[in-house]
């Protein structure tokens, strides 16, 4: 069966681009205190604090522009807060937070019920996260590090619950085009190949391109 998701508006991107400004801030508010809760050390610079409300804004507008407003949007867009969280806690922590995660989760699971067949975000949930752990291992027995953490396995199965087998492998595809070409231009701008990575943000930001672009 063919699903016809009408478009918004101009003023309804407007609209709900506010909303998303303002949801930024909450985010932003609600990292401040789960860092601390963490005895994490909140940073205070330009893109820590007003990155979360300017990218929310940005996703929320494109998010109401793309889809019209009902349930659909309402449900993506709680979603898309919860990534742009990610996005930020690990740019700046180097943490994906059980506290976020494991309800996201839980959330991403009932909605994924309503998919038909029901199973297949679950399905998709526990092959992510039992693939991204085993990477995990593989990575710490070959380097003797910290390859993928393991907020990286919890982030790949709340992608999974909530986008399904291939949305899911399309997201991870993004992801890791994305976490390579940074790698790139890290490695020749110090040239070097020592440092790290956290993969966390650009996971996040391959599942928000394929929530956009799912019907």
Excluded: C
Excluded at 26 to 42: D, I, M, Q, T, Y
Excluded at 104 to 111: I, R, T
Excluded at 165 to 190: E, K, N, T
């Amino acid at each position: 069966m063919n699903v016809i998701v009408s478009s918004g508006s101009v003023l309804d991107a407007i609209g709900w681009g506010l909303v998303g400004a303002a949801a930024g801030w909450f985010v932003r508010w609600g990292s401040v205190r789960l860092a601390v809760l963490e005895e994490l050390e909140p940073g205070q610079r330009r893109w820590q604090v007003f990155g979360p409300p300017i990218l929310a804004a940005l996703l929320f507008g494109a998010f109401a522009f793309h889809f019209a407003f009902g349930p659909l949007l309402f449900v993506r867009s709680i979603f898309v807060l919860v990534l742009v969280q990610v996005i930020f806690f690990d740019f700046e922590h180097r943490l994906i937070l059980d506290r976020v995660m494991f309800p996201s989760m839980a959330l991403a699971l009932f909605v994924s019920l309503f998919r038909d067949p029901w199973w297949t975000g679950l399905a998709a949930g526990l092959g992510a996260g039992l693939l991204f752990l085993l990477l995990s291992l593989a990575g710490s027995a070959i380097f003797k590090a910290e390859a993928l953490g393991f907020g990286d396995v919890k982030l790949a199965t709340f992608m999974g619950l909530l986008l399904g087998p291939l949305p899911m492998l399309q997201a991870v595809f993004y992801g890791v085009f994305m976490a390579g070409i940074v790698s790139i231009g890290i490695i020749a701008w110090h040239r070097s190949l020592k440092g790290t990575l956290a993969y966390g943000p650009y996971l996040a930001a391959g599942a928000i391109i394929v929530l956009f672009l799912l019907p």
